[in-house]
């Protein structure tokens, strides 16, 4: 009984005369054919791709360049809004200080206004020297209008916190002349020589050194040892005689602001 499959060995031909490895290589050749063929594709696809790959850095750092520079734009932006704002607030803060420095200047004017009328005011209310008393070259003087000795006279003086006149300077002398030549009085001074004949003192002990004496004096008729102002000029008298007399003190000064 002849076998179903009959394998044919390799060189066998087919039905129609042709060996059947000749169908085997031509089915290799395609296989390869097509297995090369696919390769140059590939290639040309790798190339493309090489070629655009410049195209694509050169954009990627471009619109990396424009992104730094936004970046950039916006900080410079930032920076300076926020140096307006500064300027602002210390042209603010100036304006502010301006405004209250002649506010304060304005207030300041207006109280000295008022403090300069307030001392006018007081000044003209102030008196440097009591009722009844005379002020001349910040000194305050009374002219009794009785009738003493010296030595009571000096006494009268002292209760009053005064002391009999003293004249230091011609001024002075002056003042009191016009004083006695008005009233036509004769006044007792604080000078005399009663502890030591001759030697003049003042009640406050000091020496006698400016002196305005009448012609003539003093000349010590009768133990004349008190000096009064009588006339233009001094003259020497008994101490127990009953003169005017000129008391003299500070003046007081006048409260200012």
Known sequence: MADMYDPKEPGDPHEDGSPFWEEREIFHSQRSAEKYSGLPRRLRSLTGCLTQAPLLLMLLLISLGLFMLLLTTLVQVFRIGQSLRRDTDHQES????????EQMHSDLQEVHQ??????????????????????????????SKTQSTWKASVSACEDMRAQLVIINNTEEQKFLKSWDAKNNKRAWIGLSDQNNEG???????????????????????????????????????????????????????????
């Open 114 to 143: 008022q403090l300069t009328w307030m001392n006018a005011t007081m000044a003209g209310l102030c008196r440097p020297c009591p009722w009844d008393w005379t002020f001349f070259q910040g000194s305050c003087y009374m002219f």
């Open 94 to 101: 100036y304006s502010l200080a301006v405004v209250f420095r």
């Open 199 to 257: 030697s003049w003192k003042w009640v406050d002990d000091t020496p006698l050194r400016l002196s305005f004496w009448k012609e003539g004096e003093p000349n010590n008729i009768g133990d004349e040892d008190c000096v009064e102002l009588n006339g233009d000029g001094w003259n020497d008298s008994i101490c127990n005689a009953d003169y005017f007399w000129i008391c003299e003190k500070p003046s007081s000064p006048c409260p200012g602001l």
